[in-house]
Structure formats: C-alpha cells, structure tokens
C-alpha cells in the first residue's frame, strides 16, 4: 500500500527540482553530442531529458531539431508542435515546425508558422525567408496542377523538380513527378523514383501504382496488373489504380481477341478489335504502337494499303525504333509500287539490324526502284505483268493498229511524229515480252545489269514489216 501511495503521490519540490537538474544535466550531454554532430546519440540524451522533465518546451525544440537532421521530419514536426503547446511564445519551436511542414511540401502550414514567428520577432531574416520559400512552393504546385490538367507533363516535371528542392522529403510530389515521368515515357527515371519511395515504405499504394504503371506502358501487362492489385490492397480506393488495372485488363483482352481472329483469317473482325483495343488508353504509347502494326497487317490482308501505311506511320510515330513497323510499311509501298519510299524505310531497317534477310528486302527493293525507272513495257501494251503469251498478242495487235503510221497519214507532223514514237514502243514492248528468255531477263531485272545495253530490237521500218507481216489489215 505504501508502494502504490508512494507511486502515485505529487513529486515534492525537491523531487523536482533534482529532476529538473538532471534533465539539464542530460540536455547539456545532448547539446554536445549535437555540437559533434553525433546526432543519434544527441536524440538519445534529449529524450532522457524529455522523459525526466516532460513539460519542458526546449527539450522537445531541441529533439526535433536532431531530429531533423537525421531527415526525420515527420517525428521532428511532432515534437515542435509539442513544444508549441507547452509554450506557444517558443520562437524557435515555430519556426522548426514551419521548417518540418516545408519540408513534408505542406506549404499552407508552414507559411503560417512563419508568420507566428514574424508576429513574435518581426525581424527574422531567417523566417522572412522560409516565408518567400512556401509562397514559392505553393506557386509551384498550382503550376504543376494546371500543367497536369492541360497533360503538360514535362512542365510539371519541371515544377515538382524545383518544389522537392523546396520540400525535399515530400512523397507526393515525388510521385507526381514519377507518374510524369512515365507518361513521358521516361520509365527508368519513373521507376528509380518509385523504387526509392519502396525501399523506405514497401506499402506506398503511390508508388505501387507508379511501378505498374511504368510496366504497363512498357508492354508488361500482367506484371503491371500485379502492381496495380497490390497497390489497391493497401489502399482500396486508389482510383487512379483502379483505372488502370481495369484499362490493362481490357486492352490485354482485347489485343488477344484481335491476335485469334486474325489467326483465323477473320482480318475485317482482327481489323475492328483493334481499332476497339487502340480507343482504350491512348497514353499507352508502346502498346498502342504494336495495336497499329496489327491493324496495318490485317488492313494489308484486306487491300487496304493506304490505311495500313497510314497505319504504320503512326505506330513509328509512337515508337521509332518499331522495326516491325518499318518492315510493314516497306511492304505496303512495295505493293503500291511506292519503291523510293520502300528503299527508305527497308535502309533504316538494315541500319539498325544488319541481317542477312533486311539486305536481300533492301536490294530487292532497290531492284524494283530500278525497274520502276526504265520503260515499262506491260503499260505500254496496257497489260497486266501477269498476262499470257496470248494477252499480250491481242494487246499488241490493238496498240500497234492504234498507232501504226497509215492511219495517221493525214494528221499534222507533229502528230505523225508522236504517233511514230508510240508504234516504235509498241514493237519494242512486243520484241521483248514476246520472247520467253528476253521476257525473263527483263521481269527479272538483268537487262539492268547489262548497263543499259539490252535492246527492245528494230527500228520504225523493222517495227512496219513486222507488225504488216505477222498482222496483216
């Protein structure tokens, strides 16, 4: 019973004041401690003094100020507002609470402790300062919100870049920051971000999210959906998450639906469900550039060149070191007979991969580019390159009585001259693609090789005997 009375009884005055001169005593040790910047062990000498004295305003002032410098600022805040408490005329216990709020990026705050501190001592340089500092801060922010609203995300990198110079220990504008970072497509420096943020705090549903995001516009959708559970796990109702896992999901689904109908040789079905999937998450850039090519291809299948192309360009637009891209559009422009543009486009594929198979594409393509330059003579015989022996009889016989000179004969020089010139190719046409091993060579493209030296064969007179001889009116 005495124990108990004896617990729980008033401290006498001399009780307390042996305290109280321990409590010096141990404040004295945490000021040296401080002084030799051993701050640790300064935190464990103020907290002796705390505890031996629990009502003293300085002691918890000079706990947070250790505190914070070993960048605890979150506790440092907690013990300046406990000195203010105890002594709301504590000059320095304001301004280390506004320095606490600064640095944790809550602006407001941290403009109001300087402002007690300038009602306190109007003269302080230092609080004039930290004052400037969180009106800059706060400046910063409504920046960087405007910026976002307008997906000005470089512009609000560059304003979080300078708030943290500010508020150096505040997650969320570092967040910010990161989640910028990755719609800029900037995902290594987004994921540093978010995986220091992780290293201190493993259940950051932020960071979580800024880690599935950068995995989910790399490509990696179900790691990033695995990211994007976890962060809702810790907080249930992260909505940008939320979002997102359920745009991973839905473009996941939706790409594969358009890979098994294309498989399937449904290319108008393949063609639609990727129009489908690219209207999901038009910030999705590497997903968005592969939905594309899909769709060029499958546009392809379906004759539609010109989308496909346009298709194409878009996908490199997004991504431009997207090969697959490069090669599908080449590949259109071959088909559209477009070859300086496929010459282009299969160059930049051989720059960067030199394979065998992109060299034989390039000097196939350079080949047609040649041939496309020299006369063609299917157009002039106004065939098809796949006409037969007979086709190309019949186109002949009506080019060459089209042009022949007897029915020209009363036009004016210069028409009997152009009609001329145009019986003359005709023949030449008809000499070539006629003889089986001329018209190898010449689809071919070996006459090429001969530096000019292949002849159609004949002039005008052999051209008139030839066609009167095997033709006759």
């Known amino acids: 019973t005495t124990s108990f009375v ?53 002691y918890y002032g000079n706990r947070a100020a250790t ?85 000005d995300f470089r512009k609000v990198v560059y304003c979080m870049d300078r708030a943290i110079a500010l508020a150096p220990t505040c997650q969320r504008f570092k967040i910010l920051k990161a989640e910028c970072l990755a719609l800029l497509g900037r995902y290594p420096e987004a994921q540093s971000v978010a995986s220091d943020i992780l290293r201190m705090d493993a259940t950051n549903a932020d960071a979580l999210y800024v880690r599935g995001l950068c995995l989910y516009y790399e490509d990696c959708i179900d790691k ?60 999705n850039i590497k997903t968005n550039a592969k939905l594309y090519c899909n769709r060029a291809t499958a546009g392809a299948k379906l004759k539609k060149f010109d989308q496909a192309i346009e298709d194409c360009t878009k996908a490199i637009k997004l991504d431009d070191t997207y090969i697959k891209a490069y090669l599908r559009r080449a590949q259109c422009y071959m088909d559209t007979e477009l070859y300086e543009e496929a010459v282009r486009d299969y160059e930049k594929v051989y720059q960067t991969e030199k394979t065998s198979e992109h060299k034989q594409l390039l000097k196939t393509a350079q080949m047609e580019l040649k041939k496309s330059k020299r006369k063609d003579y299917y157009k002039v015989l106004g065939v098809g390159k796949n006409a037969t022996e007979d086709e190309i009889k019949k186109a002949y016989r009506k080019r060459a ?72 009116f």
């Open 67 to 151: 505190l914070m410098m070993l960048c605890r600022f979150r506790e440092a805040l907690e013990d300046s507002q406990q000195a203010v408490r105890l002594d709301d005329g504590f000059m320095k216990g304001h301004l280390r609470e506004g320095k606490c709020h600064l640095s944790l990026g809550n602006a407001m705050a941290a403009a109001r402790c300087f402002q007690k501190v300038l009602e306190l001592e109007p003269s302080n340089k230092e609080a004039q300062l930290e004052k400037k500092n969180a009106t800059t801060l706060l400046e910063y922010e409504r920046m960087a919100d405007f910026s976002f609203d307008k997906r």
């Open 401 to 472: 009585l089209m042009h022949h000179p007897d029915r020209h004969s009363s036009a004016t020089a210069e028409v009997q001259k152009e009609e001329e010139k145009k019986f003359k190719e005709v023949g030449e046409a008809f000499t070539i693609l006629s003889d089986p091993k001329k018209k190898m060579r010449y689809d071919s493209g070996h006459d090429l090789e001969d530096d000019g030296c292949f002849d159609g064969g004949g002039d005008f007179t052999t051209h008139c005997f030839f066609f009167i001889h095997f033709f006759p």
């Open 6 to 58: 004896g617990v729980n009884r008033e401290l006498s005055a001399t009780e307390r004041e042996s305290r109280a001169g321990q409590a010096e005593i141990f404040k004295e040790q945490g000021n040296a401690y401080y002084s030799k910047k051993d701050y640790p062990a300064a935190f464990n000498y103020y907290t002796k003094a705390i505890d031996a004295s629990p009502k003293t305003a300085s």
């Open 224 to 283: 990033a959906v695995q990211f994007f559970v976890q962060a809702l796990r810790m907080a249930p109702d992260h909505e940008k998450a939320r979002l997102a896992c359920r745009n991973a999901k839905a473009l996941k689904a939706k790409k594969e639906e358009g890979n098994q109908v294309f498989k399937n040789c449904s290319y108008d079905a393949a063609y639609q469900l990727y129009t489908e999937a690219l209207a999901i998450d038009p910030n």
